[in-house]
């Protein structure tokens, strides 16, 4: 009887202390909430910028030059997959590896061979464990990612785009990232980062007509300097996008997690209390029982 | 009439305000903006200087791996890498 007893108390230090981690952990995911959100505001300025300038350049010069032009037997696309560093996060990963998957079915399906860059541990434990190719593997700051991050990614991209599938390297770059929409709701896309995807409307832009530029030195040469930047800046701006959403979801999955613990404690609290109360009845009984026995004795 | 000048780098917005005059370094050479400048792009050399003259004051910061974009509305100096100096 008091074996028992003693067998829930240690199970509800037990949840006790689960409780404690997975409640600061909540608290700390849900700061880091605040400051991604915070940098992917200060990161949008150069991104919109760079976005707009290149809009400019691409919609009046009649240059083809490889950031916009399509080429006409892509045999080979980079996937670029954002993922979490570390578990404990619900979904999150698992839902960016499945939009990636879904991406590589349709690459596979329009003749294209997909070449894996993973972010994150997660999603290279889950494409070395299936025996896939890795063409790339960055990991180690996938909740709070900086600008020269983004640039080592970056750089291995553009330098197989180059090339061109033909020689090894690839024709297309896509990104999967996971979107923060809200607190609740993250969603992980799919983009094209290259070729650019130029919208094609007559409606003028936001902030006046595009103006016309002149180039120095050349229209060329602003864009093959462009083209790293723009890269770049569009995967930190997703690597920014998903650390935000990784934390979100992170918050979410140890606010239920403590939620549970509670409920367990609760639980356990009342089956305690049940198991003391009826220890003392036994006793109680017990010992009216060896009286009675004794007085009828004499 | 002072035109809006802006320097941003991928993390942060560096400086931004009015002011009467930028002056920074293209592969070209040494581009002097002024209020009513024609749109441009320009590449601007790696580790050069961009100035920015407003009032009496001047503004200098040094650029990595940038771009300086002027249109109708003001000068944009994309940055790599921008620190004020």
Redesign the interface.
């Known amino acids: 009887m008091a074996g028992q007893l003693r067998e829930y108390r240690r199970r509800i230090r037990s949840v006790q202390s689960t409780k404690k981690i997975t409640r600061a952990m909540e608290l700390i995911a849900a700061s880091r909430i605040a400051k991604a959100r915070a940098r992917v505001a200060a990161a949008r300025p150069y991104a919109e910028e760079i976005t707009r300038v290149i809009e400019a350049v691409a919609s009046q010069t009649t240059i083809s030059h490889p950031l916009t032009t399509e080429r006409p037997q892509p045999v080979r696309a980079a996937v670029v997959v954002i993922t979490s560093d570390r578990g404990l996060a619900g979904g999150y990963s698992s839902n960016a590896l499945r939009r990636a998957n879904e991406l590589i079915e349709l690459l596979r399906s329009e003749g294209k061979e997909p070449e894996l860059h993973v972010i994150g541990r997660k999603g290279v434990g889950y494409y070395r464990f299936r025996g896939r190719a890795i063409s790339g593997e960055y990991t180690g700051f996938s909740e709070q990612p900086s600008y020269a991050d983004a640039k080592s990614v970056g750089d291995a991209l553009i330098a197989s785009f180059v090339a061109s599938g033909e020689s090894g390297g690839v024709d297309e770059i896509h990104v999967v990232h996971t979107e923060y929409v809200s607190a609740l709701t993250q969603t992980p896309v799919a983009r094209r980062l290259l070729p650019m995807v130029l919208t094609e409307t007559n409606e003028p832009p936001a902030g006046g007509p595009l103006p016309q530029y002149e180039f120095e030195p050349s229209a060329e040469a602003v864009l093959d300097a462009l083209l790293p930047r723009y890269v770049e800046s569009r995967l930190y701006a997703a690597m920014l996008e998903s650390a935000a959403s990784e934390s979100a979801a992170r918050q979410r999955a140890m606010k239920s997690a403590t939620d549970n613990a509670e409920d367990l404690i609760r639980s356990y609290t009342r089956q305690a209390n049940r198991a003391r109360q009826d220890a003392i009845t036994q006793e109680i009984s017990e010992i009216v029982g060896g009286a009675n026995a004794l007085s009828s004795a004499s | 009439m002072p035109i809006r000048v ?1 320097i ?6 560096v400086w931004s305000g009015d002011a009467d005059m930028v002056v920074a370094r ?3 050479g040494d ?1 002097g903006v002024l209020p009513g400048h ?6 601007l050399v790696p580790g050069g200087t961009v100035r920015v003259k407003t009032g009496g004051r001047e503004i200098s910061a040094q650029v990595d ?1 940038g ?1 300086i ?1 002027v ?3 003001g000068v ?1 100096i ?1 940055a ?1 890498t921008a620190t004020l100096s």
């Not at chain 2, 941003?8 to 917005?13: D, G, K, M, T």
């Not at chain 2, 024609?38 to 590449?43: E, I, N």
């Open positions: 802006a941003v780098s991928p993390e942060q917005e293209t592969t070209d581009l024609v749109p441009l792009l320009g590449v791996g771009f974009s249109t109708h509305q944009s994309l790599e």
